[in-house]
């Protein structure tokens, strides 16, 4: 049973007449009478009963902000000293911040699977983004062929919206999906309205993040209207029109994936910033990859700025419409920061790698939660938490317990959130493909402060403790032989349970020819 919320408005109770008053005099004594003491008493016991039933009467809504592509450091509340983004730490200094936050994967359709439903990708089978070439479609000469996955997320997966719907909850859904083709868009997932969500994981269509965009699931609006902005006003309006039931509204954006495309007069914001702070372009290698080491991309950061503006945009529509003490907002990222490829965009240093890496600079996200009442604002929290744990942490929140009708990996962070202490246990990712920004077939495992990189090309096993090394610069296999050989044997034991599928060796590789990576 979900515990009382503390977030309810005060309950009025109107007391009789029962108070006997002395006269004026020096001490201004009150006298309560017998009848009065019995009915405070009264209510000293029925009070809880109360609050409760008025938050029965008014569930929790819910935000869920999900950027595509943000890097752990892109907010300036997580560090960042170049991009502007006043929203987001607005939210953060009204919520609680999660700095060990992670992505179910190193890049996106995985991860947005994991959130939908609670699953690990190896069960949803959603293991890579979902249009890539795997098996006998693959041309690139790499060592391994990826593991075959599945292309869309299967309709008998039980999805947090499909959830909170059969509960009574208005669903709505805008942004980028890229969760499958027609008939597994997220109007077939549980969502009452889908803006803007199908098939493709960028806005590759018309204009691209300006209408008209191309789009089959959004009408365009005015030439040259900016993409996060109109689905922010969007989302602004299913809000207004369900605000006196309880909502579900996923903003699910497209920024901030390529393609590279910015408003100009931001553009030139961050040209001028750039050019007076002194900045240059600095590099450093990942395997056979270059990796920005600086934050000073002005088109990036134009469209970091434009994403805020939009959030901005929800949360002050949550304030006008009187509803945010009674809505639970939640922001994340579904992988790391772009650096490493297709235009290098954004620095995630301390981190190492980025998007399509198994280092922390692809899975670690800038991670948010505003409980009003709940979470104490300005709040920061150490706890590692993962992707798959926000569909059990909704459920409780909404006080919803359905059946399930598959099994999940999700673990409620509700105890974090209370400031308490929680500990969700080992962590494991899974990612049998090469994808675009350099890296190769690996997993991993985060128990504690430990974690355990295996790649599965050659079997090379790296080993690094994350609270003194975040970096991941120093590989501890050796030194910790004992360590490496407990992470890999539960890393072993988790893929076999859920399934996963690994990648098998190429036969065509042709070791004379440059490396597919």
Not at 242 to 260: I, Q, R
Not at 387 to 408: C, R, W
Not at 460 to 487: G, R, Y
Not at 488 to 511: C, E, H, I, Q, Y
Request: hydrophobic share 35%; aromatic share 12%.
């Amino acid at each position: 049973m979900v515990a009382p919320s503390p977030l309810s408005p005060r309950v009025a109770i109107r007391f009789p007449n029962c108070f006997n008053f002395s006269p004026p005099n020096l001490q201004g004594t009150l006298r309560p009478s017998m009848k009065a003491l019995r009915i405070l008493s009264l209510f000293a016991l029925l009070s809880p009963i109360l609050v409760f039933a008025e938050q029965k009467a008014k569930p929790l809504n819910f935000v869920f902000f999900l950027v595509d592509d943000l890097g752990w450091t892109d907010l300036k509340t997580f560090g960042s000293s170049f991009y502007d983004t006043p929203n987001c730490d607005r939210l953060a200094a009204t919520g609680m911040k999660f700095t060990d936050a992670y992505a179910a994967c190193p890049v996106c359709s995985p991860t947005r699977a994991s959130i939908m439903t609670g699953r690990y990708p190896t069960r949803t089978g959603v293991t890579d983004y979902i249009g890539a070439p795997a098996g006998r479609a693959w041309r690139r000469n790499t060592r391994l062929l990826p593991a075959v996955y599945t292309r869309q997320l299967e309709l008998k997966e039980f999805t947090i919206a499909e959830a909170l719907k059969e509960n009574g909850y208005a669903t709505f859904f805008a942004g980028k999906w890229h969760l499958g083709n027609q008939g597994f868009w997220p109007e077939d997932q549980g969502f009452d309205i889908n803006m803007g969500g199908h098939h493709r994981g960028g806005p590759y269509g018309g204009k691209k993040y300006f209408s008209p965009y191309g789009n089959p699931r959004l009408k365009d609006g005015p030439d040259g209207e900016h993409l996060p902005d109109r689905l922010a006003s969007e989302t602004v309006k299913f809000m207004t029109a369900n605000k006196d039931k309880p909502f579900f509204a996923y903003l699910s954006f497209y920024s901030v994936h390529t393609p590279l495309i910015s408003r100009e007069d931001l553009k030139k914001k961050y040209q001028a910033r750039k050019k007076e702070l002194g900045l240059v372009a600095k590099w450093g290698q990942e395997h056979n990859r270059k990796v920005r080491l600086v934050q000073e991309h002005a088109v990036y950061g134009g469209m970091i700025e434009a994403m805020d503006m939009a959030v901005g945009k929800v949360l002050d529509g949550l304030k006008a419409l009187n509803l945010e003490k009674n809505t639970v907002v939640f922001f994340m990222s579904d992988n790391g920061g772009l650096s490493t490829s297709e235009g290098h965009p954004t620095s995630n240093l301390p981190l190492r790698g980025g998007k399509g890496w198994m280092y922390e600079g692809g899975i670690r996200e800038p991670m948010m939660v505003r409980w009003p009442g709940v979470t104490e604002p300005g709040s920061v929290n150490d706890s590692p938490v993962t992707s798959t744990d926000f569909f059990p942490t909704i459920l409780e929140m909404a006080g919803v317990n359905p059946k399930l009708p598959l099994p999940t990996d999700g673990v409620s962070f509700t105890p974090a959130l209370r400031s308490k202490a929680h500990d969700r246990g080992a962590m494991f990712w899974h990612y049998p493909h090469y994808g675009n920004q350099g890296g190769a077939p690996t997993g991993a495992i985060r128990e504690g402060d430990w974690k355990l990189i295996e790649w599965y090309e050659n079997g090379k096993l790296e080993l690094f403790n994350l609270k003194e090394d975040i970096s991941e610069n120093n590989n501890l296999a050796k030194k910790h032989p004992d360590k490496v050989k407990t992470l890999a044997t539960k890393l072993a034991s988790w893929r076999k349970d859920t399934g996963a599928v690994m990648p098998v060796l190429n036969k065509k590789f042709d070791l004379r020819k440059r490396e597919g990576r």
